[in-house]
């Protein structure tokens, strides 16, 4: 069984925190400049803020047994949402300024949460394969509920590279924490490297093969 570098506790919860809540917001930033996009009104945007920047999250904490999800039992994942939609919903203009603001929150809720998401699951002591999985769960779980509410097919199940970008960037947090890369480091790496493939998919259109081609 492939061995990972010891964590301390503290210093665990503390990382995981800070992915996650960065996470949740970068992603409520997509789901909020999505509603914008689709007209909704404030209700709706603070909705698909919290969807986007939380299922992901709290499907991965029902399924390791972390119960009540975070983004349910602790005030600070609804705060962050409410305020990406806020944000969003006053001054859209300053957002969209940004290149493709959806696709790019959405690059980065990727990576943060698939870091998020693997920490997590190796705190809950999974196993590697299962560590990967559900660190892909979170990554890509807020962003195929945000498209499904708009009624749009999810990113995911398109052929451009989306869950294979978080599948690697899991894999590296593994392979990192295998050869006893600090948390952080092993981390960031997972994360680096998931947010420069989806920015690579997006910029040089690379795309898996589709049925019928």
Same mark, same amino acid.
């Given at each position: 069984?492939?061995?990972?570098?010891?964590?301390?506790?503290?210093?665990? =919860?503390?990382?995981?925190? %800070?992915? =996650?809540?960065?996470?949740? @917001?970068?992603?409520?930033?997509?789901?909020?400049?999505?509603? !914008?996009?689709?007209?909704?009104?404030?209700?709706?945007?603070? %909705?698909?803020?919290?969807?986007?920047?939380?299922?992901?999250?709290?499907?991965?904490? /029902?399924?390791?047994?972390?119960?009540?999800?975070?983004?349910?039992?602790?005030?600070?994942?609804?705060?962050?949402?409410?305020?990406?939609?806020?944000?969003?919903? @006053?001054?859209?203009? !300053?957002?969209?300024?940004?290149?493709?603001?959806?696709?790019?929150? =959405?690059?980065?809720? #990727?990576?943060?949460?698939?870091? $998020?998401?693997?920490?997590?699951?190796?705190?809950?002591?999974?196993?590697?394969? $299962? $560590?990967?999985?559900?660190?892909?769960?979170?990554?890509?779980?807020?962003?195929?509920?945000? =498209?499904?509410?708009?009624?749009?097919?999810?990113?995911?199940?398109?052929?451009?590279?989306?869950?294979?970008?978080?599948?690697?960037?899991?894999?590296? /947090?593994?392979?990192?924490?295998?050869?006893?890369?600090?948390?952080?480091?092993?981390?960031? #790496?997972?994360? $680096?490297?998931? @947010?420069?493939?989806?920015?690579?998919?997006?910029?040089?259109?690379?795309?898996?093969?589709?049925?019928?081609?």
């Amino acid at each position: 069984m492939m061995q990972t570098a010891p964590i301390n506790p503290h210093l665990a =919860d503390t990382l995981l925190t %800070v992915f =996650d809540l960065a996470g949740t @917001f970068v992603f409520a930033l997509s789901g909020a400049t999505k509603a !914008v996009e689709h007209k909704l009104d404030l209700f709706g945007i603070l %909705v698909l803020c919290f969807a986007a920047g939380n299922s992901g999250g709290i499907a991965r904490d /029902i399924m390791i047994g972390a119960l009540p999800p975070a983004a349910i039992a602790h005030w600070g994942y609804i705060a962050v949402s409410v305020l990406a939609g806020l944000i969003t919903f @006053f001054w859209y203009s !300053v957002i969209n300024r940004l290149s493709s603001p959806v696709l790019l929150f =959405d690059a980065a809720g #990727l990576a943060l949460f698939v870091a $998020a998401g693997t920490g997590k699951a190796l705190a809950f002591h999974v196993g590697p394969v $299962a $560590a990967i999985l559900f660190g892909t769960l979170t990554g890509i779980g807020g962003g195929m509920v945000r =498209d499904l509410l708009v009624q749009e097919i999810p990113a995911v199940l398109r052929t451009d590279i989306y869950a294979l970008a978080a599948l690697i960037g899991a894999a590296a /947090i593994l392979a990192g924490r295998a050869l006893q890369l600090p948390p952080f480091a092993a981390s960031s #790496l997972g994360a $680096a490297l998931c @947010f420069g493939i989806r920015l690579g998919a997006m910029h040089y259109r690379w795309r898996l093969p589709s049925a019928g081609t």
